[in-house]
C-alpha cells in the first residue's frame, strides 16, 4: 500500500464537483443552495476515496489477501458522511418548503435590522436607540417618523417583499 | 473501570432523547426524563472530574477496537472543565425552559420535538469535548448542529426561518470545510486519531501542513464566530427561544473554541500562527463590540458581545504560552456561565416587559428589582468589573499577554482593554435605558395596530403601568425622539410568538423561569471566589496541552507511540 499514486480523474471530478456546488451555493434560493451542498458533499465523498489510495479488492478478511485490499477506513467515514448529508438536506427541503408556504419564495434573506442600520448609515441620521434628550423637537420628531415609513418600504423592497407581507412573514 | 463512564455523557442524552420522543404524548414524562438524563449526567461528569484531576486523563476505546481504527474518548483536564461546565449550564437552561414552556404553550406544551432535541444537542456538545479523533469530532459537531437547527426553527415561524435558512447554509459550508480537511489530512497521514496526528503531522512538509492546518482552523472559526466568519452570528441567535439562543450562545461557540485549542495544541505544536491569530482575535473583539455599542435591542447586544468576547479566548490561544492557554480555559468557563445567564435574563425581560428592544423599555428597575440585580451582576461580570470571574479571567490574559513582549501582543492588551470598556458601555446603555429610565413610548402602545398576531403578548397595562408621571415628564421634556407606533420595528416585536392564553406568570412557572437565572448568577459569582482554584486547574490543563505525552500515551497505550 505504499503507492503514492493519485488517480487523476478522480481528482478532476472533486475539482468539478466542489466549482460547480460553489457557483450553486452563492445563490439566494435555498433550493438551489441545497444542490450546492449536496455537489460539495459529494465531491467530499470522491476525495475521500481519493484519499484511500488505489483501488483494490473488496474489504472482506477471508476472502482476499489483506495486501490486495482497499482501505476499508475512508468507505466507512464516507458511509457516515451519507447519511448525515442525507439528514440535513431532508431538514434543507422542509425549511425551503415552510419558506415558500410563508413568503411564496425560498430566498435567503437580508437581516431586516441590519438593512434599517445600513440605510440610517446612508442617510447619516441617528438612530432612534440614539439618547439624544437635549435635541429632539416635535417638527424632528414627525420628519423622522415619515423617514421609518419608508424605512419599513425600503427595506421590503430589498427582500422581495412589500412592507405589509413582509411584517406578516416575520 | 472508571472509564466506563466516559461514554456515559454522550449515551445517557442520547437514550433518554429516543425515551422523551416516545414519550412524546405526555409532557410531564418527557420533562422527568430530560431532568433526570442532565442531572445523572451532570453527576458522572463530576466524578470524571475528580477523576481526572487526581489520576490524569482517562480514554476508551469504543468496541474494543485499535485506536488508529476505532473511536476513541479522551478525557483530560480541558475535556472535563468543559464538560462540566456545559453540562451544569445545559441543566439549568433546561429549567429554565420548563418554566417558559408552563407559560407559553400552557401545561400540555404541544412542542413534543423540545426536550428530545434538546437532549440530542447536549449529547453533540459532550461527544465533541470527549472525543479523541478528528472523525468522530466532526460527528459530535454534527449532532449538535442537526439539533440546533430544529432548535432555532422551532415553529416555524417567519423570523425563525429567515434565520435559520442563513444559520444552516453557514454551518454547512462550515461543515463541509472541515470534512475535507479531514480527507485530506487521512491522505497525509493515514490516520485520523488527534494522539498520533500530533505526531505524523509534524513529519509531513511544512506547505502541507499548512495548508491543512489552514482549512481546519477556517472550519472551526466559522463555528466559533472568529471575526471575518462571524457575521452569520447576531444574525440568526436572537430569533430563537430565549433558553435556545441561551443555551446556543454559551455552548455552540465554545465548542469551536475548544476545537481550535486542541488543533493548535495537539496537532499542530510547532505552527502556532501567532501573527494571524492575534490579528483576527484583535479584529474579533473591537468590531464585534462595535457592533454591540450600535444595537438597540437586547438580544442582538449580547449577540455582538458574544462575538468580540470570543476574540479574548483567541488572543489567549495566539500567545501560545502556558499563561496565555490557561486563561483562555479560565475566560471560556467564565464566559460560557455569563453568556448564558444574560440571555437567560433577556428572556426574562422580554416575559416582564414585552420586549428586548430599548425603545420599549424602561424602569424595570423600580417595577422588577430582582430582575434588575440579576441583570445587573453578570453584566458588570461581562464587561470585566472586580472583583468578578470576568475581571480575573481578563487580567490573566492581559498579564500573558504583556509576558509575551511583542508589539503585537501589547496592542492586542490595548484592545482587550478598550473592548471591555465599550462592553461596558453597551451593558451600561442596556441598564440605564431598559431599567433606569422611563420608557420612550409612553402611552401609545407600541405594538403595530395593522396586524394584531405580529404584536407582542404584551399586556398594555405592563407598559401603561408604567406610572403617569412618565408621561408628564416625557412632556416636560419636550418629547425626546420616540418611536413611532410601526417605525422602528425591531426584530423581536416581528416576532409571532405563540401567544399566552393570559400574561398572568403563574407563581411556580415564574420560580423555573427566575430559580435557574439565579443559580447561574450565583454560579457565575462563585467563579469569582473558586478562581485560585480554578486557575490552578487550569494552569495544568494548559500544561496537559503543550506537553500533551500523557494524553498521547492514554489513547495509544505505552510504547505505542506510533
Known amino acids: 500500500m505504499t503507492d503514492m499514486s493519485v488517480n487523476i480523474l478522480l481528482t478532476v471530478v472533486v475539482g468539478a464537483l466542489f466549482a460547480s456546488g460553489v457557483y450553486l451555493v452563492l445563490e ?71 419558506s415558500w408556504q410563508l413568503n411564496r419564495h425560498d430566498d435567503a434573506q437580508d437581516d431586516v435590522e441590519d438593512a434599517l442600520i445600513r440605510r440610517r448609515a446612508e442617510r447619516d441620521e441617528a438612530s432612534a436607540s440614539y439618547d439624544d434628550s437635549a435635541g429632539g423637537t416635535l417638527d424632528e420628531e414627525g420628519s423622522d417618523t415619515s423617514d421609518n415609513g419608508e424605512d419599513s418600504a425600503d427595506t421590503g423592497a430589498l427582500t422581495g417583499n412589500g412592507p405589509d407581507s413582509l411584517r406578516k412573514g416575520i | 473501570m472508571i472509564t466506563a463512564l466516559l461514554p456515559l455523557p454522550v449515551v445517557l442524552p442520547l437514550f433518554g432523547a429516543g425515551l422523551a420522543l416516545a414519550m412524546g404524548r405526555s409532557a410531564r414524562a418527557q420533562r422527568v426524563v430530560s431532568l433526570v438524563v442532565l442531572g445523572t449526567t451532570t453527576l458522572i461528569t463530576a466524578v470524571l472530574v475528580a477523576q481526572v484531576h487526581t489520576e490524569g486523563p482517562l480514554a476508551m476505546r469504543v468496541g ?46 404541544p412542542l413534543s420535538v423540545y426536550h428530545p432535541t434538546y437532549l440530542v444537542l ?32 422551532l415553529g416555524g415561524t417567519g423570523a425563525r426561518i429567515r434565520a435559520g435558512t442563513v444559520y444552516v447554509t453557514v454551518s454547512l459550508i462550515s461543515s463541509v470545510i472541515f470534512l475535507a ?33 489552514l482549512m481546519l482552523l477556517i472550519g472551526f472559526a466559522i463555528k466559533a464566530a472568529v471575526f471575518p466568519l462571524s457575521a452569520w452570528l447576531p444574525d440568526s441567535y436572537p430569533t430563537a427561544p430565549a433558553p435556545v439562543t441561551a ?8 465548542v469551536g473554541i475548544y476545537a481550535i485549542i486542541r488543533l493548535q495544541t495537539l496537532l499542530f505544536p510547532d505552527s502556532p500562527l501567532s501573527g494571524l491569530l492575534m490579528w483576527t482575535a484583535l479584529f474579533t473583539m473591537i468590531i464585534g463590540v462595535l457592533g454591540a455599542v450600535a444595537q438597540s435591542d437586547i438580544k442582538r447586544v449580547l ?27 479560565f475566560y471560556v468557563a467564565h464566559h460560557i456561565t455569563i453568556q448564558t445567564t444574560l440571555f437567560l435574563v433577556a428572556g ?70 478598550v473592548a471591555s470598556l465599550l462592553t461596558l458601555y453597551a451593558m451600561a446603555k442596556v441598564w440605564n435605558r431598559a431599567f433606569w429610565q422611563p420608557p420612550n413610548a409612553v402611552g401609545e402602545p407600541p405594538e403595530d395596530p395593522v396586524d394584531p398576531v405580529v404584536s407582542e403578548p404584551v399586556p398594555v397595562a405592563a407598559r401603561t403601568g408604567a406610572p403617569t408621571g412618565a408621561t408628564a415628564s416625557s412632556a416636560l421634556e419636550g418629547g425626546r425622539p420616540e418611536s413611532a407606533p410601526g417605525s422602528v420595528r425591531t426584530r423581536t ?20 423561569m427566575t430559580l435557574p437565572a439565579a443559580v447561574l448568577v450565583v454560579l457565575s459569582t462563585a467563579l469569582t471566589v473558586v478562581a485560585g482554584p480554578l486557575f490552578h486547574f487550569t494552569d495544568e490543563a494548559a500544561r496537559d496541552l503543550r506537553e500533551p505525552s500523557s494524553y498521547v500515551e492514554t489513547v495509544l497505550g505505552e510504547g505505542n507511540h506510533e
Not at chain 1, 44 to 62: E, M
Not at chain 2, 304 to 314: A, D, E, K, R
Open chain 2, 122 to 153: 447536549v449529547a453533540g456538545v459532550s461527544n465533541a469535548f470527549l472525543s479523541g479523533d478528528l472523525f468522530n469530532l466532526y460527528v459530535g459537531f454534527e449532532i449538535l448542529l442537526v439539533a440546533s437547527y430544529v432548535l432555532l426553527t
Open chain 1, 28 to 98: 439566494r434560493s435555498l433550493t438551489r443552495i441545497l444542490v450546492g451542498v449536496l455537489l460539495i458533499s459529494n465531491g467530499v465523498n470522491v476525495l475521500f476515496l481519493v484519499a484511500s489510495g488505489p483501488a483494490g479488492r473488496s474489504p472482506l478478511l477471508g476472502r482476499n489477501a489483506p495486501e490486495d485490499i482497499s482501505d476499508p477506513l475512508p468507505q466507512a467515514l464516507v458511509l457516515t458522511a451519507i447519511v448525515i448529508t442525507l439528514g440535513v438536506s431532508a431538514f434543507m427541503l422542509a425549511m425551503a418548503y415552510r
Open chain 2, 181 to 213: 480537511a479531514i480527507a485530506l489530512v487521512y491522505a497525509a497521514t493515514g490516520t485520523v486519531n488527534m494522539a498520533q496526528l500530533g505526531g505524523r503531522l509534524a513529519e509531513l512538509p511544512d506547505a502541507v501542513a499548512l495548508v491543512l492546518q
Open chain 2, 348 to 417: 426574562l425581560i422580554d416575559r416582564l416587559g414585552g420586549s428586548t428592544s430599548l425603545d420599549h423599555l424602561g424602569r424595570l428597575a423600580q417595577r422588577a428589582p430582582l430582575l434588575a440585580v440579576l441583570f445587573f451582576i453578570p453584566a458588570m461580570n461581562l464587561a470585566g468589573i472586580p472583583p468578578f470571574s470576568g475581571f480575573l479571567g481578563k487580567l490573566g490574559l492581559l498579564q500573558a499577554g504583556v509576558d509575551d513582549g511583542s508589539w503585537l501582543a501589547y496592542v492586542l492588551v490595548a484592545g482587550g482593554v
Open chain 2, 247 to 254: 443555551v446556543f450562545a454559551g455552548l455552540l461557540t465554545k
Open chain 2, 64 to 109: 474494543g477496537w485499535p485506536a488508529d481504527i476505532g473511536i476513541s474518548l479522551v478525557a483530560d483536564r480541558l475535556s472535563v472543565l468543559m464538560l462540566l461546565v456545559s453540562t451544569v449550564v445545559s441543566l439549568c437552561v433546561l429549567v429554565y425552559s420548563l418554566g417558559q414552556g408552563m407559560i407559553e404553550y400552557g401545561s400540555n406544551t
Open chain 2, 303 to 329: 449577540s455582538f458581545t458574544l462575538v468580540s468576547h470570543i476574540g479574548y479566548m483567541v488572543f489567549g490561544i495566539a500567545l501560545g504560552s502556558e499563561a496565555g492557554m490557561s486563561s483562555a480555559i
Open chain 2, 493 to 512: 416585536d416581528l416576532h409571532d410568538k405563540p401567544m399566552p392564553d393570559t400574561f398572568s406568570l403563574t407563581r411556580r412557572s415564574r420560580l423555573a
